[in-house]
């Protein structure tokens, strides 16, 4: 889990938002705060409903605890990188019931160069990731022992 926080965290700040995509979702959750909003994300001060609002909402809570930067902004993603993680660590753990081989999955997955990339963009698409690993986890899970 070090080397994860330290491949997903590190160097966050360096690099300002340069993907049009992660200077949208960052001036969206920004406005967010300015319009004291919760439920209804606004862009150029009107509301947009483009994406699902989970995203704007982890951003803008970022925004609200550690200030508004590039750093913050992509805090979540790294989070969540980090907890997909650890789901193939403990399912593969659960399937092999052998921790180096469940490790080893895990680490595969925290190197992979797209990993780390999404793990580091302000998109939604590391979040919803996790969702859907999760989804497929509990599906297997469930199938496997005949809930």
């Known amino acids: ?40 994300p606004y862009l150029f001060g009107q509301p947009q409903f483009e994406k699902p609002i989970l995203t704007y909402l982890l951003i803008k809570i970022g925004f609200m605890l550690g200030g508004i930067s590039a750093f913050t902004a992509r805090f979540f993603p790294a989070v969540f990188a980090l907890l997909g993680c650890l789901a193939v660590f403990f399912w593969t753990n659960s399937i092999f019931n052998d921790k180096k081989k469940a490790f080893f999955c895990s680490l595969i997955l925290m190197t992979s160069g797209m990993y780390i990339g999404l793990a580091k963009t302000v998109f939604t698409d590391m979040i919803f990731s996790d969702f859907v690993t999760l989804s497929m986890i509990f599906f297997y899970e469930g199938y496997r022992k005949g809930i």
């Open 1 to 40: 889990m070090i080397l994860g926080a330290v491949i997903y965290f590190g160097g966050n700040d360096i690099i300002s938002l340069t993907n049009p995509d992660e200077v949208f979702y960052a001036c969206t959750a920004k406005e967010m705060i300015e319009q004291k909003s919760w439920a209804v």
